[in-house]
């Protein structure tokens, strides 16, 4: 069951509610309004003093503090957890973090971009401000940034839609992450939460990490921020390095954006099997689109695929993404190099066979042999020209680009300066 907060302090939060009972059925009892998955109750106090508000709703999974959001930032809906990294100046306790929804936050951010009127942006703050004991996961859903917006009944529709979309929604238990750095509207956070499957719990700002202080003082509040957000990663934004070593003592990983991107989608156990097994997502490893189940390893025929890749590289690409569990690369990625990962042999034989056909768009002949890719090709040859006296410039020229050519009265043609050169790539 969601819990939503409105507070009569807030008059944003009174239009979002009033929106709430508009567009829904709801049942009023006991002093509060009920539909299926949802209890709605309203509080005098603003929503940064209530904490242990939970308390007041039947035993609910998520709390949602309807809320306005004030700033310079002209028409915005907002996301964010609650809690100090530092002092706590607007609500709560000092160097405390409510339990976070990351779940349910990337929910509330897909419903606001599917609701907000055209005028609006959407975006995600970083942690800051009470309550930071909420008695269950929770998190702000904003209307702003100042009254006309509070009073813009459409945009209240919005938010109060975006809410009702997150029925059904576990406020924690898929991906997710800490964020550290950044401005304090988390721009890192806020791409990766759009692009990827991951969601984010607490994300402290620059200035959260400056309220904090010394990282190595303040290990429990970061320690607070993983076990409330139930992730073991982090991304941090900038050069940090005193940070990541307490994250690292906590027994936490840093992972870069290329990290999450790449890991995507791909089962978290079989990403740390095969990082164990080959390197990291940052030292070249990169997964296919079969990265789930059993693999086979096997050492990469390189020249093989590097000439393939020099024929089309986008499709030598792709032929590694389609058919492997994971594979090596270089050059951030863009030349597959090294070992790989197969679902089984035929996968590899299908690899092989790929790259053997699209080397057929270059050489007049590929053969695929048991151990073995075989191209042959007639080209032209230099010295083969020199020797029948043609000079070297446009003659040379026409020739290789299979046109004959007089020398001397006599006809040259391209067959009489070729030569069938053979290449063999071990498979």
């Given at each position: 069951m969601i819990g939503v907060v409105v507070s009569r302090?807030?008059?944003?939060?009174v239009a979002i509610g009033e929106q709430?009972?508009?567009?829904?059925?709801?049942?009023?009892?006991?002093?509060?309004?009920h539909r299926d998955g949802f209890e709605l109750r309203e509080f005098e106090d603003w929503h940064v003093e209530l904490d242990g508000v939970a308390a007041a709703f039947s035993d609910p999974d998520l709390v949602?503090?309807?809320?306005?959001?004030?700033?310079?930032?002209?028409?915005?809906?907002?996301?964010?957890?609650?809690?100090?990294?530092?002092?706590?100046?607007?609500?709560?306790?000092?160097?405390?973090l409510a339990e976070a929804a990351p779940e349910a936050h990337r929910a509330?951010?897909?419903?606001?971009?599917?609701?907000?009127?055209?005028?609006?942006?959407?975006?995600?703050?970083?942690?800051?401000?009470?309550?930071?004991?909420?008695g269950a996961p929770s998190l702000f859903a904003e209307l702003g940034s100042s009254e006309d917006e509070w009073r813009?009944?459409?945009?209240?529709?919005?938010?109060?839609?975006?809410?009702?979309?997150?029925?059904?929604?576990?406020?924690?238990?898929?991906?997710?992450?800490?964020?550290?750095?950044?401005?304090?509207y988390v721009p890192r956070p806020t791409r990766i939460v759009a692009d990827t499957e991951w969601g984010f719990g607490h994300v402290a700002a620059e200035w959260c990490l400056d309220d904090m202080g010394a990282p190595g003082e303040h290990r429990d509040t970061i320690d607070r921020a993983f076990a409330a957000t139930d992730t073991e990663y982090a991304v941090v934004d900038g050069e940090k390095p005193g940070l990541e070593t307490t994250?690292?003592?906590?027994?936490?990983?840093?992972?870069?954006?290329?990290?999450?991107?790449?890991?995507?989608?791909?089962?978290?156990?079989?990403?740390?099997?095969?990082?164990?097994?080959?390197?990291?997502v940052d030292d070249g490893l990169r997964f296919g689109e079969n990265a789930s189940g059993e693999y086979v390893i096997v050492d990469l025929p390189?020249?093989?695929?590097?000439?393939?890749?020099?024929?089309?590289?986008?499709?030598?690409?792709?032929i590694a993404r389609e058919t492997t569990v994971a594979y090596e690369t270089t050059e951030n990625g863009n030349r597959v190099e090294g070992r790989s990962a197969f679902p089984d042999r035929e996968a590899y034989d299908e690899y092989v066979q790929r790259l053997a056909d699209l080397l057929r768009e270059k050489y007049d002949a590929v053969e695929v042999e048991p151990d073995e890719v075989v191209v042959t090709d007639v080209a032209f040859d230099p010295d083969l020209a020199q020797d029948a006296g043609v000079p070297e410039g446009p003659k040379f020229g026409r020739l290789a680009g299979g046109q004959p050519v007089e020398v001397d009265g006599e006809t040259v043609t391209p067959g009489d300066v070729s030569r069938e050169q053979t290449a063999r790539y071990r498979v």
């Open positions: 302090a807030d008059e944003a939060s709430l009972r508009d567009i829904a059925d709801w049942t009023n009892a006991g002093g509060a309004w949602v503090f309807a809320s306005r959001h004030s700033g310079d930032t002209g028409p915005l809906l907002t996301a964010h957890h609650t809690g100090n990294f530092g002092p706590g100046e607007f609500g709560g306790e000092d160097y405390a509330l951010l897909d419903g606001f971009r599917e609701h907000a009127p055209d005028e609006y942006e959407v975006g995600m703050e970083c942690t800051h401000h009470g309550p930071t004991e909420v813009d009944d459409a945009a209240a529709r919005a938010v109060a839609r975006a809410i009702l979309d997150m029925s059904g929604v576990e406020p924690q238990g898929g991906r997710s992450l800490v964020g550290f750095g950044g401005g304090h994250i690292d003592d906590l027994g936490y990983r840093v992972v870069s954006e290329t990290w999450v991107r790449e890991t995507d989608g791909v089962p978290l156990d079989l990403v740390r099997a095969l990082e164990d097994e080959f390197a990291s390189d020249d093989l695929w590097a000439d393939a890749h020099s024929v089309n590289a986008e499709r030598a690409r792709r």
